[in-house]
């Protein structure tokens, strides 16, 4: 049971990093082909591109659950924690209710919408499989958000996302270093 929640865990990373292996090794060798054979491997830019589009949407997932994605965020210093807080999970909710709304209208498109005979020009994979990606990708972000928040506000979790945490690491190394310097200098005086 474990391992089933750590792999659900980790999904997104795990789904990412294996798409980039493919997706760059399929370009690798599209590129010897054609530099050292003369010859172009047809099927290989359009996987290629297909398999970065997945990348992206579950990159954009993954991101959510580190509590990543870019947010204008500098203006809840200034106020009270209380209000801070509720208008941080009051943005959650509204991405949230986009996502949803985002979900229905992917999964209509691709379920009740797409054409099945509409396939991919030289793979001629059903495109209905490549356009799957919006609502799985939707729907684990949303679920993402909901785990950050309730890591953040039910458990009472401090999640920081990883460049802030590495900003402040840099800051507290640089006011650390200029304090040893100070005090250096005031001691060589």
Partial sequence: MKCLLKIF???????????????????FLQILSRELFGH????????????FVWFVF???SY???LSAHNRVTFHYKWMPQKVSTALE????LSWIG?????????YDFVFNRMNLFWKSQTLGIPMKYIYLILPIAFTLMTLRII??????YVKGVEIIDPEAKEMNELMQASQANGDETTTAQEASK
């Fill in 9 to 27: 865990d980790n999904l997104e990373s795990y789904l990412c990093r294996a798409l980039l292996v493919a997706f760059v090794t399929i370009l």
């Fill in 89 to 92: 999970l009051l943005s959650d």
């Fill in 147 to 152: 785990q950050v928040n309730y890591i953040k």
């Fill in 40 to 51: 172009s491997i047809t099927w290989s830019e359009e996987l290629s591109v297909y398999m």
């Fill in 98 to 106: 986009f996502n949803s709304y985002f979900i229905y209208l992917s």
């Fill in 58 to 60: 579950l990159g954009a």
């Fill in 63 to 65: 991101a959510a659950k």
